[in-house]
């Protein structure tokens, strides 16, 4: 009972609101989805609505279940549509503008998504996977009392908007798995369609293979989300004259949502809220302050035994180091308590790695801002070591100790193999990957007398081979070849040998982002490279061989005369041993007896038991006998079967 309360982890969380706390121009609020209304704007924050005016001031929160998102106005103003999770599924929701009970409009067990309203603000326009025979889902409308929904002409549908007649509808067909792919430009990218719903005849806004979103219709103007000019921006399309607009020059960041109201639109720009004004095409920040109870901003306690990341096991197994949302803490194998070396909540650390000694554990913290290497000690007292990795900033991974305890190695989001002398402090960069591929885990091992390290990285031939790095010369030498693929090395306990897994079978297999390649199993064998010249091989050829004896009576016996048969026998046998021939032996089936064959198709007789415990194991083959038939060299009822015949491995 007591390791299972250790596993829960449990610590106090001391987060501070962000918005509460500084100005809204000095930190980002982080709200999105914003609706607009004549005289108000809606918007989610930390799982609430919020309501503010439009000329921004201090915000009401709406609702307090905690799962609500995707506000929408309804055209006249009175109803705001929403998704909630209050009963343990997201389903559509609407409450008046006000604020009030929010009433549940669908009821299938799977996700309804709020999308928008009819222009006659009668019914919610959601999307829904309820009739999905795969990966997509089609748009459905439901009215203010709920009821059964009825479902949109288009097969597949997402992001949508009618027009303000109601008889064409703008929609994004298809969803795209990772929308903050930025500038992509695969198979997943989001046309705008508009169907006409009474004949079902289809335009598309002009586009060369951009992602384009949140349509909203805006008079006879449909505005939408596009990157076709790089970051994330506000276009326009006349539905009259044809024609593609850059509504907003946008030198920031990427814009996330945009929604309209019934004079002006409103969009997301890194957690701000914007108004845009087609009429002039000027935005006005809406400034909004927040100041009401929200329980995830106070200090609290969390439990975060089901939210740990990495983890590393002391050098005597006694105690554990995990990371768990953003900590660095250490658990007893039995006796103790858990110990937080961190206790820095609004900082990220990542990656702890036990020092071989056991004094100290290193990890990446991004306190300053960008990440760096800490260390401390294990019990958590004393001051931190922090040491700089170096322009141009990025994300680093697996620290890795060496052995003396003295140097840590790591590799980065751009694929570069690093290490660094702990008392220096200077990264050294070692080496780089040559490509990309999320199913290899970039590593580097170190030899025994931490002066070598050893890693596999990409050929141009799309192989691994396997390296080493000397920290004395600064040089990089391949080991293996490159006609097989070569990975995970490390070194022996000695620093001899270079033990890695390679496979000679991995071609033809793709890139791991073409799935024709995963019918072809890829199996990997261990193998050993011999680092120094002259070394033994761990894996030389073996053979296990029978030691003869000299025969002590051999010399009290050269006076007598040798028995011919004995002589003529053992002749025979180093013949059929010396020339390489295999003896072979019959059975009779209707006799049950073992016969033996000599060499050269010689007529069989019965074999004793000591003629054939004269014979090799490996020379011995077993033919069954199953024909009357009489081929040459064999007695009738013998017949050798060669589709039958096995090898016997076991000494007679």
């Known amino acids: 009972m007591r390791h299972q309360m250790m596993l829960l982890l ?23 989805a914003p609706t607009l209304s004549r005289t108000q704007v809606v918007f989610a924050y930390g799982g609430y609505l919020w309501s503010v005016p439009r000329e921004g001031g201090e915000a009401r929160q709406l609702t307090t279940g905690g799962h609500e998102g995707l506000p929408g106005f309804s055209p006249d103003g009175n109803w705001i549509a929403f998704t909630g999770e209050y009963d343990g599924n997201f389903d559509a929701f609407v409450i008046p503008a006000d604020g009030g009970e929010p009433r549940r409009l669908t009821w299938h067990p799977g996700p309804d998504i709020a999308v928008g309203w009819t222009p006659d603000s009668k019914k919610v326009l959601f999307r829904s996977g309820r009739e999905a025979y795969a990966d997509l889902e089609r748009l459905y409308t439901v009215g203010l009392e709920g009821g059964w929904p009825e479902v949109l002409p288009m097969w597949r549908a997402e992001d949508a908007s009618f027009s303000p007649d109601g008889a064409r509808i703008a929609y994004v067909p298809n969803l795209k798995w990772q929308a903050a792919w930025k500038r992509y430009r695969g198979g997943q990218t989001t046309p705008i369609n508009i169907v006409k719903l009474v004949d079902l005849s289809l335009e598309r806004i002009p586009r060369e293979n951009s992602n384009d979103t949140h349509p909203v219709w805006f008079g006879d103007t449909i505005y939408f989300l596009s990157d076709r000019n790089g970051l994330v921006t506000l276009f326009s399309y006349d539905t009259k004259t044809k ?64 939210k740990i990341q990495n983890a590393a096991i002391s050098p005597s197994g006694v105690r554990a180091v995990f990371e768990a949302r953003g900590e660095i803490l250490t658990v007893p194998a039995e006796k103790g308590d858990v110990r937080n070396l961190t206790r820095t909540t609004a900082v990220a650390e990542r990656d702890p790695a036990w020092s071989p000694d056991g004094k100290s554990i290193a990890f990446f913290s991004d306190e300053s801002g960008e ?20 322009n141009p900033p990025s994300f680093f991974y697996s620290p890795t100790w060496s052995p003396d305890s003295k140097k840590i190695a790591y590799t980065d989001k751009r694929m570069n193999f690093w290490h660094v002398d702990v008392e220096k402090g200077a990264p050294v960069r070692v080496d780089n990957d040559r490509y990309e591929d999320p199913s290899v885990n970039l590593a580097v091992g170190w030899s025994p007398d931490s002066k070598w390290l050893t890693y596999s990285k990409f050929l141009e031939n799309h192989l691994r081979a396997v390296f080493v790095y000397s920290l004395e010369s600064a040089k990089v030498s391949q080991i293996t070849d490159g006609l097989g693929d070569a990975r995970y090395p490390v070194f022996d306990k000695g620093g001899k040998e270079l033990i890695f897994a390679a496979t000679t079978d991995l071609g033809l297999t793709a890139g791991w982002l073409d799935l024709s390649s995963f019918q072809h199993p890829v199996l990997r064998h261990i193998y050993a490279a011999v680092l120094k010249k002259g070394e033994k091989s761990p894996v030389e050829p073996q053979s296990d061989e029978e030691k003869v004896e000299e025969n002590k009576d051999a010399a009290g016996d050269k006076g007598k005369e040798a028995d011919p048969r004995r002589s003529r026998a053992t002749a025979r046998r180093r013949r059929a041993g010396a020339g390489g021939l295999c003896a072979r032996a019959g059975v009779d089936r209707r006799k049950d007896r073992l016969y033996r064959f000599g060499a050269g198709g010689r007529r069989p007789h019965p074999a004793s038991a000591r003629q054939l415990s004269l014979f090799h194991p490996h020379q011995l083959d077993v033919i069954a006998a199953a024909s009357s038939a009489r081929p040459m060299g064999l007695r009738p009822g013998i017949q050798e079967d060669h589709h039958r015949r096995r090898r016997l491995c076991v000494r007679l």
């Open 10 to 32: 449990v610590m106090l969380l001391c987060v501070s609101g962000g918005a509460a706390a500084a100005a809204p121009d000095e930190a980002p609020l982080l709200a999105h």
């Open 371 to 390: 990440y760096a290497l800490h260390i401390v000690a294990q019990t958590g007292s004393g001051a931190v070591k922090k040491i700089s990795l170096g």
């Open 243 to 306: 024609a593609v607009k850059q509504a907003i020059d946008n030198k920031g960041l990427d814009l996330k949502s945009v929604s309209a109201g019934p004079d002006a639109l409103v969009y997301e720009q890194f957690g701000g809220i914007y108004l845009f004004e087609p009429r002039n095409g000027r935005s006005t920040k809406v400034q909004i302050h927040i100041s009401g109870d929200l329980p995830a901003t106070r200090p609290h306690f969390e439990k975060v035994g089901e």
